[in-house]
Nanobody
């Protein structure tokens, strides 16, 4: 069984910062790209940031310059540092990862359970 467990969400005032963490656990042979998505009420889930195993990153235009994604491959953990938060960043943030559980298995995409981020104005 593979689990992605997020932590670090909460309530913050506009202009503040939060750091999200997501740890992958279980039977993991190879952990590939990891990322963060978010879903606000009444909206579709959208990509926030993604980081490849080698460290290359990609960000949504709305968070460029404010959010930073990073990972610790030894700990199977991905982070999202969120600075200069805005009320429009309010959403449930989901961790996502592509991984293989064995040499012979195909990569499978996994989701975390989500963590709420609320930014007050």
């Amino acid at each position: 069984q593979v689990q992605l467990v997020e932590s670090g969400g909460g309530l913050v005032q506009a202009g503040g910062s939060l750091r999200l963490s997501c740890a992958a656990s279980g039977t993991i042979f190879n952990l590939g790209a990891m990322g963060w998505y978010r879903q606000a009420p009444g909206k579709q889930r959208e990509l926030v940031a993604v980081i490849a195993k080698g460290g290359s990153t990609n960000y949504a235009e709305s968070v460029k310059g404010r959010f930073t994604i990073s990972r610790d491959n030894a700990q199977n953990t991905v982070y999202l540092q969120m600075n200069s938060l805005k009320p429009e960043d309010t959403a449930v943030y989901y961790c996502n990862a592509d991984l293989k559980i064995s040499f012979y298995s195909a990569p499978v995409n996994y989701w975390g359970q989500g963590t709420q981020v609320t930014v007050s104005s």
